[in-house]
Every structure is written in structure tokens, then in C-alpha cells.
């Protein structure tokens, strides 16, 4: 047993028994992994340091100050938390640091020996166990929308009743027009009434246009790196777009993650040119199968080009009006909608970055990635971009198949080699 699995050990068998201590010893866990980083970084650019830094800083202070904590799902825009001095909590986020923790499977276990379906995404059954074990700390609130996750509607009302606190949702239309930008921004206007009856502190609207105006660089920042990065070598792994997902979610509008943005600008103008694979990577990473991360980390014969969890988000908006701007992240995004949407843009962007080939990542429980990946593959192949479905599940360890997910790509990496 690991040093790691030693420690989700004790973090487990404490949950048990006395949660506000496991809490204490996850926390001490997460802030020794920040030192690591910080004095042990090896080959890590700055640019990553940053960026883990920033995520796990979010990690910490949300079970350090638990009475700031909001509690949101991935899609809900946050800028109105941060200009509150208020913690966005994901789900989603947490969930994935307890899988790096080793601790995941005592939580699916007590979720669904709760009634919690074995179908429902394990993100969501991680942090649903974590809770019924008073492992993770009562929100003040929770926010959240219906944005592509049909487990949105389910579990964060079920949060929402089970530590008995008020709970606003906002609904994304399926269709994307000018007129749901307008539904949607209303709503979000509502949640700023909502954070206001809360917390007793009224919506400084300068401030709010101010950080969305920062989400707005940053995004742009993106952007125009994943055009500089076509035909450069970034070296990078499978946790790091992990890190991305979160700082482009629940930290965008803040001032670390526009300057993470811009230290990758800095850094890709840097970059030599690529002499490796360069990879469209569809949805979750499973960063804990070990050979699928020896494969990626830092590997010279084959890197992520850009991952569709963190470019769904780009959208042209005017800082100025605010709640439109946030709308229309929500109501654009190309995971709302059909997934021929989806599919669009991820061929827009394997083009834009020049990639070499696509993994198309079937997360179990994710019924938006799964109906769409047979038609996904046949649509980039037929564009000249060869495509690997791959299946596995990107948080929950007893799914299995490690052996064969890495084998499968290794093959399809020989294939990609053997065509150039």
C-alpha cells in the first residue's frame, strides 16, 4: 500500500467514525500537496504550477472556511460568488479530489446502498456519499444549473433537502437564440436577488462587470493559445486538464486564473516546434489509470491538444451587460443543445489546433457523451481526423479496465504514427 492509499485509508475509516476529523485530515492532505508542488515540481511549467495551485487553494479553503462554501454544479457562473468574498464548493471538483485521494469508493458504496442509482454519474454519487457521511461541510446555499448534466436536476435538490438549505437553479433552454440569452439572464439576475436575501450584501454591479470582463480575457486569452499552439509541443498529462476544467468553471472571473492564461500565452510562444501526436481529447480525462497517465505525462510522443470540457465555454459577449455575457456562456456552450453542436465545435477546434487524431472519452453515467460518440467518430473521421471511443469512467476506480484502456491507445497511437 502507497502513501496515497495509506491516506484515503485513514481518510475513510475516520469518515465513519469521526468526520470532522477526516475533514481536518483531508485538509492537512491537500495542503501538503501544495507544498509538494511548490518544492518539488520537476518539470512542471509555470504556467501549471499556477494553475495547480490555484485549484487546490480552492479545495482547501472550502473545508478551512466552510461558512463562506456555496455549493454549485460545474456550468453555474460564479462571478457573483467571488465579488461576495464567497467560495464556489463544485461537486464535481471536490469529488474528483477525493477519487486523487483514494477515498472514493467507501462514498459510491454508501450513496447507493442509499438508494442513490448506480447510473447516475460518479462524480455526483462521490460527493452525495461524502455528504451522508458528514464528511463534506453543510453550504450556506447552493446554485445550480440544468447545463448538460441531466444528474444537475437530481442531485443538488437532493443536497438542497438533505442539509436544509435554500437552493436556486437555473434553467438553460435547449435552444440557443438571443431570446433564451435574454430567459437565461433574467434568471441570473433572480440569483443575484436570491445571493442578496442570502447574505444581506447587495450586488455591486461594477464589480460584477468587472469580473466578467476578466472571464471574457480569459477566455480570449484561451482562445487565441489554442491557436498558437497548432504544430508547437506543449508537454502535458491528464490532470492537468482537470485543473483547466475547474479554473475555466467555478475560478473563471478570478484575477489567478486570467493570470494563468497569460503565462501560457508567454510559454507557447516558447515552445518548440511539436514532434509528437497532438490529440482532441473529448470529455473527462481518467487521470487515475496509472499506464493511460505514464502514457501522457510530459511525454514528448503524444500530447493534449485541447480538451472539449474546457474551450465550451468561448463565447463572443459583452462585458458591459453582465448577466447577458454570463447567459450567453450558458445558452452557447456546446454542451448545451443537440450533440451535433457539440461535435461541430469539436471539429472547429481539432482544426484550429491542428490535431493529429481524437479520443472520444465515454464517461459512465454520462448519457450526453455516450449517445453522442458513434455519431462524433464518424463525423471527425470523415473530416480526416481518425477517432478512438474510448470507455472507462474518469472518477470511480472500480470501474476497471485500466490494461485495456491504455492498450487501446497505444494502439491507436501506433496507428497515428504509422500514417504520418
Known amino acids: 500500500m502507497n502513501l496515497i492509499e495509506t491516506f484515503g ?12 476529523r477526516a475533514r481536518r485530515l483531508l485538509t492537512t492532505g491537500f495542503r501538503a500537496n501544495g507544498w509538494k508542488n511548490r518544492l518539488f515540481h520537476g518539470k512542471t511549467t509555470p504556467s501549471e504550477r499556477t494553475l495547480f495551485q490555484l485549484v487546490n487553494q480552492s479545495m482547501i479553503t472550502c473545508l478551512a472556511r466552510p461558512e463562506d462554501n456555496v455549493m454549485v454544479s460545474l456550468f453555474t457562473p460564479c462571478e457573483l460568488l467571488h465579488i461576495q468574498g464567497l467560495h464556489p464548493y463544485s461537486c464535481e471538483g471536490f469529488s474528483s479530489y477525493l477519487s486523487g485521494s483514494m477515498v472514493e469508493q467507501g462514498f459510491l458504496r454508501q450513496a447507493e446502498e442509499t438508494g442513490i442509482p448506480s447510473s447516475l454519474c460518479s462524480y455526483h454519487k462521490v460527493f452525495i456519499g461524502a455528504a451522508q457521511k458528514n464528511l463534506m461541510p453543510k453550504p450556506r446555499f447552493i446554485l445550480s444549473t440544468t ?13 438542497a433537502e438533505f442539509y436544509d438549505v435554500p437552493h436556486f437553479s437555473v434553467d438553460v433552454p435547449f435552444e440557443s437564440s438571443p431570446q433564451a440569452v435574454d ?12 445571493l442578496t436575501r442570502q447574505t444581506g450584501i447587495p450586488v455591486d454591479e461594477s464589480r460584477l462587470a468587472a469580473s466578467v470582463a476578466r472571464s471574457q480575457r480569459t477566455l480570449e486569452n484561451y482562445k487565441t493559445f ?11 498529462d491528464l490532470t492537468g486538464e482537470l485543473y483547466r476544467t475547474a479554473a475555466f468553471h467555478f475560478l473563471l472571473g478570478t484575477e489567478g486564473t486570467e493570470r494563468y492564461t497569460r503565462q501560457l500565452l508567454q510559454e507557447v ?8 501526436k497532438q490529440l482532441l481529447w473529448i470529455h473527462t480525462t481518467p487521470y487515475w489509470v496509472l499506464p493511460l497517465r505514464q502514457l501522457f505525462a510530459q ?27 454570463m447567459a450567453k456562456r450558458l445558452v452557447y456552450s456546446s454542451f448545451n443543445g443537440p450533440a451535433q453542436r457539440r461535435i461541430d465545435r469539436a471539429l472547429e ?12 472519452f465515454c464517461h459512465w453515467g454520462c448519457k450526453h457523451t455516450l449517445g453522442g460518440a458513434r455519431l462524433g467518430k464518424k463525423t471527425l473521421e470523415e473530416a480526416g481526423i481518425p ?3 474510448l470507455d472507462g469512467d474518469s472518477c470511480d476506480r472500480g470501474f476497471g479496465g485500466e490494461g485495456q484502456a491504455a492498450t487501446r491507445v497505444e494502439a491507436f497511437l501506433e496507428v497515428l504514427e504509422a500514417m504520418a
Open 226 to 236: 489554442l491557436t498558437q499552439r497548432a504544430g508547437k509541443q506543449m508537454l502535458s
Open 147 to 159: 447545463l448538460a448534466c441531466d444528474a444537475n436536476m437530481l442531485t443538488f435538490r437532493h443536497l
Open 387 to 389: 477517432t478512438l471511443i
Open 349 to 360: 477546434v481539432a482544426r484550429q489546433t491542428k490535431a493529429d487524431g481524437a479520443i472520444w
Open 183 to 194: 430567459y437565461v439572464a433574467g434568471q441570473l439576475r433572480q440569483m443575484g436577488e436570491f
Open 299 to 325: 511525454n514528448p510522443r503524444v500530447q493534449i491538444a485541447a480538451c472539449d470540457m474546457n474551450y465550451e465555454g468561448i463565447t463572443e459577449a459583452d462585458p458591459n451587460r453582465p448577466y447577458e455575457a
Open 269 to 276: 510562444t516558447q515552445a518548440p516546434p511539436a514532434a509528437g
Open 9 to 20: 485509508a485513514q481518510v475513510s475509516a475516520l469518515s465513519a467514525s469521526n468526520p470532522a
